[in-house]
Nanobody, 118 residues
Framework: VQLVESGGGLVQTGGSLRLSCAAS????????MAWYRQAPGKQRELVAE???????NYAESVKGRFTISRDNGKNTVFLQMISLKPEDTAVYYC?????????????WGQGTQVTVSS
């Protein structure tokens, strides 16, 4: 599975951005996809995830502001971000999970920078 992110950039506080993650390769076996982020000096954290069944989960800090969605036809996952805050500044990574019994396979994109200016 290969993941390519796009859509990051610089935005002012209160602005919006939409991130995209295009998946290719063995996408038929992906169980879930997610967005993580990592700010300087901090650990990578889960932002939002969406399962193959369409269930979603969000970090408390982004609930009501971020929306994860997918376009199965284009094998793409999106992260719509509104009301952005300076603390949302981070490198955002797309993640895909494949499960085969007890074996877990994690795939990561290269990351895209999101900077929110105050």
């Amino acid at each position: 599975v290969q993941l390519v992110e796009s859509g990051g950039g610089l935005v002012q506080t209160g602005g919006s951005l939409r991130l995209s993650c295009a998946a290719s390769g063995s996408i038929f076996s992906i169980n879930a996809m997610a967005w993580y982020r990592q700010a300087p000096g901090k650990q990578r954290e889960l932002v939002a995830e969406i399962t193959s069944g369409g269930s979603t989960n969000y970090a408390e800090s982004v609930k009501g502001r971020f929306t994860i969605s997918r376009d199965n036809g284009k094998n793409t996952v999106f992260l719509q971000m509104i009301s952005l805050k300076p603390e949302d500044t981070a490198v955002y990574y797309c993640h895909a999970l494949r499960l085969f019994g007890i074996q877990r396979y994690d795939y990561w994109g290269q990351g895209t920078q999101v900077t929110v200016s105050s």
